[in-house]
């Protein structure tokens, strides 16, 4: 194992330190794994995270027109509901607090026992539960549809919405319509490994790439040969458009890349994505490209498509201003 760590049972540790050492609108709250904004805003709170090894996710995305806080749990872990509880403390300002979290059983649990903790002490919270990977079911008998990259999206038009003072409740019907307008497609051409097990955690042959495989490493639908970015644009774009449609209409893109992607090649599959939307009549009215959502050093890369109906393109649009994402002044 090659990673540039100090002690494989620190690594998250040291990350939030070092986020906090280089960002100083930023607040590091240690033993609780938590980045907040330094100075509270007034307005409701938005917090999202979960476990760690998706950086940029979600300690990038604390600033203004985003989060006002990020817990992390441990790598590829869901954080507690303590550590959670201090993130929803430090984001309330006594207009309550909405929790944005990706759909996984260990999250979902330990968000609401944190949210009736803090319901508990007073506080008003709510939750919105992202799923927008296609490559999984969302049925009643199991968790269902995972979340993974088209989270993002979600925090910044929430995040719009929220520094622009709208309630708790506005918040929550902004976020389920994201939720439902969101979709994500992705692909992994290598493992990687979680630095306290020190070994990949599965095993990718050298010309073989696996078909919505999660950001944990969870199994996908196909594993195939190796092929190009084009053909690659199009089967991530079919499933998708096989769950939604999306023709005719306005979206946000990201194509984001897992970890270990260069920028060239997240181009050149966007290169084809514009092409295909294009023929399809589906304009877009804005395009993310870059390292969003990670899985450690995993090679491979997803595609999430947003319909815009005129709230949601005026709030991607709004300015915000953090570490991993910047629009605007």
């Known amino acids: 194992m090659k990673k ?86 430090e984001s309330d300002c006594g207009k309550g607090v909405l929790l944005l979290l990706m759909n996984y059983s260990g999250d979902v649990m330990n968000f609401e026992m944190a949210r009736d903790l803090a319901e508990c002490e007073g506080i008003s919270v709510e939750m919105a539960v992202v799923k927008d990977d296609v490559s999984t079911e969302d049925d009643d008998y199991s968790a269902g549809r995972r979340g993974i990259a088209g989270t993002v999206l979600v925090h910044k038009v929430v995040g719009a919405k929220a520094e622009q003072g709208a309630s708790l409740s506005e918040l929550v019907e902004t976020a389920q319509k994201a939720i439902k307008n969101v979709r994500t497609m992705g692909m992994a051409m290598s493992s990687c490994t979680l630095p306290a097990v020190g070994k990949p955690g599965f095993f990718l042959g050298e010309t073989e790439i696996e078909i919505g495989m999660g950001i944990h490493g969870e199994p996908g639908i196909l594993r195939t040969e190796v092929m190009t970015a084009n053909a690659l644009a199009h089967t991530l774009l079919e499933k998708i458009f096989a769950d939604q449609t999306y023709d005719g209409q306005e979206v946000a893109v990201m194509v984001n890349g897992l970890g270990a992607t260069p920028l060239m090649e997240l181009y050149i599959l966007a290169r084809e994505v514009n092409a295909i939307l294009l023929k399809k009549g589906i304009r877009v009215h804005r395009y993310f490209v870059g390292e969003y959502m990670t899985s450690l050093e995993m090679a491979g890369a997803s595609v999430s498509l947003m319909a815009l109906d005129e709230e949601l393109k005026t709030l991607i649009d709004v300015p915000c201003h953090t570490m991993a994402l910047k629009v605007g002044g």
């Open 4 to 89: 540039i760590i100090n002690d494989p049972n620190q690594v998250v540790s040291e990350m939030l330190e070092g986020i906090a050492a280089v960002n100083p609108d930023v607040v590091y709250h240690p033993g609780f794994e938590v980045i907040s904004r330094r100075k509270k805003a007034d307005k409701v709170g938005l917090v999202s995270g979960g476990g760690s090894g998706h950086e940029p996710s979600f300690a990038g995305y604390v600033g203004p027109g985003m989060l006002d806080a990020a817990v992390s749990g441990n790598v590829f872990a869901s954080p507690s509901p303590e550590r959670i509880l201090t993130a929803i403390k």
